[in-house]
């Protein structure tokens, strides 16, 4: 393990310096009474610039990306993220940009957020959009809110959420955030969303039903006009996760379906990067009907000029201290103008042809419990080798050798011992096929050499992680010895 | 298309292997939902293109590096030290995916650990989280914590609250069934002690203070601190980070929930985002916290090394019981402000708090200096001060801006009792030509 950068510091080191002339005679006890004053010390690192660069170097060596090879990651869509966005983000009249300055000179900004709001309506079906939101869950949240801002504007509060078992763990506790009780609806066992038990539940305290489509096991819901009209007619409105968009670009639109909102991942869909955990950017879209509920400020366009509104008085309310995470939209707004409409279907055209040729090669080797054409995932269960001791986490590790990220593990729940799969569609036929070698060879291990993947992984720095005692013997920061 | 490495020799091999003839018969989606026309969006450019007409749009922007800019108000021009780019241009971090896969991700683990250390270092907090979305997020996310922990519904905030947070707490409390938030009005700057007094009592989940205040002003935090928790109540304080290089902590004041926005902290402006919220807390609220905490541990063979923990807290454990909804946050402007703080150092932070204190003092005697202006908030400040001008602040932050000098936030968008107040923010960044130079400009105006 690299030290850790406190157990580098030395006293006196500087990683940067700043010019102190304009503290010759300056007392800080005459602009600031004591009693207002630090006393405790502060403790942070004190490095050399060399030391910290080797620092931070050597602990990114110590960290797999999209750069350094593929990452199977069903529902993430961990695509390659151009080189071109970063660049365009980092400009100076985008990165340098006060987000109180006057709107007279922020057109730029305003255009892009305006522009990149018209683009996703067009891509989406939907007829409002806010970029506001910092990420998924938080468009979530935001849709929630709209959701019940509709419901009271039609004067009648309904309290409960409608939740398939195979969505996503933010969606109830996005719904829960907005003040919803959550009710489960079952898949049924063709993996779909099982349509009597949605009769059953949907009734008149029903706001909305949260769908994912396609869904976690990367099937699109078949029957979603019929789910939809089960669900407008009980006066409840359709609410898309939009995690599994990267099967849809050009194919079909979730308005089109009879979704009312539906919230965007630009750091799925739209190439922007991960970051090791975000930022990433959640727009939500809405049909026209709730578009007074959409966070306040609205960017409006009136006699070729950009402008803010916050004069909304349905409005939910602000989400983000300014405008959501512009540095992302503008990221988004750059893959998007590169690829254009052919190029965004081509997008999920081989997502769907990457996911389904993946899925030839793996199935006569790890079973697919829901075995039909699937969009941009799939999900295999390793069910049948618990006999054996090994589980769906023991193959994820083994793979961690074979050089590949492990795919998402033991979701979605309604499939036991699950490996979700996602190759999008920046990824080559070589590397899908040497994934599929892969997984080949460890289903032989799984018979012939098995402790092979419980000592998994056995290239890393380290071995499996004792995650119960990190839980039980918290230790969450440094403290000097 | 670079992004996508498939010829169509490929796609016809790769449908046969398969074993179906065209893409159309792979296609799960009925016909009837199918958009049978192409998506009306605005032609592909080529790279070059591209970048030609990104670098266009953005010059439609007025950007700080070639404007003098006195505005601050949540969003602040601190130097960056090049070290932070080129940390965030390592691209095992800026393109990882969140590190639960813990063997994968030991670096990027472990910059998260000594985050969080750091965080607790600055605000002299216990623990610290990986990070939420920005500081109005964080704010909100202390106020749902401090009900939570409490089980009590009423949540204090003050009017000297940044605007926008107090806008987004309200957004994230409005779902809440009973909760309600109360704004206790300001005096002279702060908070009203008065007004804060007659509001507490054993019905208040947590009291909601900034510290210094969006006027820049001190609060008078022992004695809020004193009441609040002699009613039982959490103290949730948002701090402005590069202060607390001299400013007392949230720990000192012994708050329970320290939060802020880590943007001054090696993040770009970048009109309002991607910034990051920090969130501290007390050792034994931990559980309660929201967001991604990494911890130490040892591997199977005792080798120390780090992964996610205490995840039974969070949404893809806990679904709807879960602490927060929150899962993406802002690893990678966390990472900026790690290599902020460890680059700026111990003496650094000092230094960059004591120079803000140092350059917003002086311009802020100099501006006094001027006949007519005066001074209506008599508080001590740390960088942001208000002056009330003779005459209408719009009207002249217009005719500053044309000439490429954005003078400060005109008070009266947030306060309208507080027309003709202007918010002027001093850094470390500004030279001692550049304060004169507004200086000069009020004069003349006046």
């Known amino acids: 393990m690299e030290k850790l950068i406190f157990e580098k510091s030395v006293e006196g080191r500087r990683g940067v310096t700043f010019p102190t002339e304009a503290l010759e005679g300056f007392s800080v006890d005459q602009v600031l009474p004591k009693e207002f004053q630090r006393e405790i010390p502060l403790p942070l690192p004190e490095v050399s610039e060399n030391e910290l660069m080797r620092h931070y170097t050597r602990l990114s060596q ?45 057109q730029g900004a305003l255009e892009l957020i305006y522009e990149l709001e018209q683009i996703l309506s067009e891509i989406s079906g939907m007829a409002g959009i806010s970029l506001q939101p910092a990420a998924g869950a938080q468009g979530e949240l935001t849709g929630m809110l709209i959701t019940r801002a509709y419901h009271q504007g039609q004067g009648r509060q309904r309290r409960k959420v409608v ?117 990433g950017a959640g727009p939500v879209g809405v049909a026209s009907s709730l578009i007074p509920y959409l966070p306040f400020p609205v960017i409006q366009k009136a006699e070729g000029r950009y402008l803010l ?15 959501g995470n512009f540095g992302i939209l503008v990221r988004a707004y750059t893959y998007i103008r590169r690829l254009g409409a052919i190029g965004l ?54 793979l961690i050798d074979y050089g590949f990220y492990p795919p998402t593990v033991n979701f979605p729940l309604i499939v036991p011992e699950a490996l979700m799969i996602e190759p999008p569609e920046s990824e080559s036929r070589e590397t899908l096929d040497a994934f599929a070698a892969a997984m080949l060879e460890i289903r032989k291990e799984i018979d012939q050499a098995p402790e092979k993947l419980l000592g998994a992984p056995d290239t890393c720095t380290v071995g499996r992680m004792n995650e119960v005692q990190a839980a039980k013997q918290l230790n969450v920061r440094y403290e000097p010895k | 298309m670079e992004y996508i490495p498939k010829t169509e020799k490929e796609e016809e091999e790769m449908l046969a292997e398969i074993g179906v003839s065209s893409f159309e018969d792979l296609l799960a989606i009925p016909a009837s939902l199918r958009l049978n026309r192409p998506l009306d969006l605005p032609p592909p450019l080529s790279q070059p293109a591209l970048k030609r007409k990104m670098l266009n749009l953005s010059r439609k922007n007025a950007e700080t590096t070639s404007i003098l800019s006195f505005l601050g108000g949540g969003s602040y021009d601190h130097y960056v030290p090049s070290t932070v780019d080129h940390v965030l241009r390592r691209s095992e971090f800026y393109t990882a995916y969140t590190p639960y896969q813990a063997e994968m991700s030991q670096g990027l683990l472990q910059t998260i650990y000594e985050y969080q250390t750091m965080i607790c270092q600055l605000t002299g907090m216990e623990v610290a989280c990986a990070s939420v979305y920005d500081g109005a997020s964080a704010l909100a996310e202390g106020a749902l914590m401090a ?8 949540v204090l905030i003050a009017q000297t609250v940044h605007p926008h947070y107090r806008q987004v707490v309200e957004t994230y409390l409005s779902g809440l069934e009973g909760v309600e938030l109360k704004e206790i009005p300001l ?34 935090m022992e004695t809020i601190a004193q009441q609040v928790h002699a009613e039982g109540g959490l103290l949730v304080m948002a701090v402005d980070p590069i202060s607390l290089g001299v400013l007392k902590t949230p720990g000192e004041y012994q708050a329970d929930i320290a939060v802020g926005e880590g943007q001054a902290l090696g993040n770009a402006i970048s009109y309002g985002g991607p910034y990051v919220g920090f969130f501290a807390t007390r050792r034994e609220m931990i559980r309660q916290m929201p967001g991604r905490v990494v911890g130490a541990t040892t591997d199977t063979e005792g080798r ?107 008070l009266g968008a ?21 304060i004169d130079r507004l200086v000069k400009k009020i004069q003349a105006a006046s």
């Open chain 1, 62 to 106: 110590d960290n797999y990306g999209v750069d350094t090879g593929f990452y199977p990651l069903g529902s993430c869509t961990m695509k390659y993220n151009p080189k071109i966005n970063e660049d365009v983000a980092r400009f100076p009249g985008f990165s340098q940009v006060h987000p109180l300055q006057p709107k007279e000179a922020s």
């Open chain 1, 163 to 279: 939740i398939p078992d195979s969505a996503h763990g933010t969606n109830p506790a996005s719904a829960h955030l907005a003040g919803f009780t959550v009710q489960t609806v079952r898949s049924n066992r063709n993996g779909l969303l099982d349509i009597d038990d949605l009769a059953k539940v949907v009734d008149e305290d029903t706001a909305a039903l949260m769908l994912t489509n396609p869904n976690t096991l990367g099937l699109f819901e078949r029957q979603i006009e019929e789910i939809v009209r089960i669900v407008h007619d009980a006066g409840a409105l359709m609410y898309l996760d939009g995690a599994n968009l990267n099967a849809l670009l050009g194919l079909t639109r979730p308005g089109d379906m009879g979704f009312d909102l539906v919230h965007f991942n630009l750091h799925k869909t739209f190439s922007t990067p991960h970051g090791g955990g975000g930022p």
């Open chain 2, 147 to 154: 009900i939570r922990r409490t089980k009590r519904k009423k």
């Open chain 1, 345 to 398: 279907s081509a997008v999920s055209r081989n997502a769907i042809l990457n996911a389904n040729y993946l899925k030839k090669k793996l199935e006569a080797h790890y079973p697919v419990p829901m075995d039909r054409s699937c969009m941009h995932e799939f999900v295999v269960s390793a069910k049948a080798f618990r006999e054996k001791g090994i589980h769906a986490w023991d193959i994820a590790k083994r």
């Open chain 2, 414 to 434: 947030y306060y309208p009792e507080f027309e003709d107040h202007l918010l002027i923010c001093v850094t470390e960044q500004h030279e001692s030509e550049e």
């Open chain 1, 309 to 323: 509104d916050s004069n909304r008085p349905q409005s939910i309310g602000r989400v983000h201290g300014f405008y």
């Open chain 2, 187 to 220: 005096h002279g700057g702060r908070v009203s002690l008065q007004a804060f007094e007659d509001a507490i009592d054993d019905s208040v989940a947590a009291v909601l203070i900034q510290h210094p205040n969006f006027f820049g002003q001190l609060e008078e």
């Open chain 2, 304 to 410: 120390p090394g780090f992964c996610l923990t205490l995840q039974t807290r969070e949404q893809h454990i806990r679904r709807e019981r879960a602490t927060s909804n929150i899962c993406t946050n802002q690893a990678l402007n966390a990472l900026a402000s790690a290599v902020y703080m460890a680059t700026v150092g111990r003496a650094g932070l000092r230094e960059v708090a004591l120079l803000c204190l140092a350059k917003s003092h002086a311009a802020y005697e100099k501006i006094l200096g001027i006949p007519g202006i005066s001074a209506p908030f008599p508080g001590p400040f740390f960088k942001e001060f208000v002056i009330r001008l003779p005459f209408s602040v719009s009207g002249f932050l217009e005719d500053l801006s044309r000439d490429g000098l954005f003078a400060g936030i005109d």
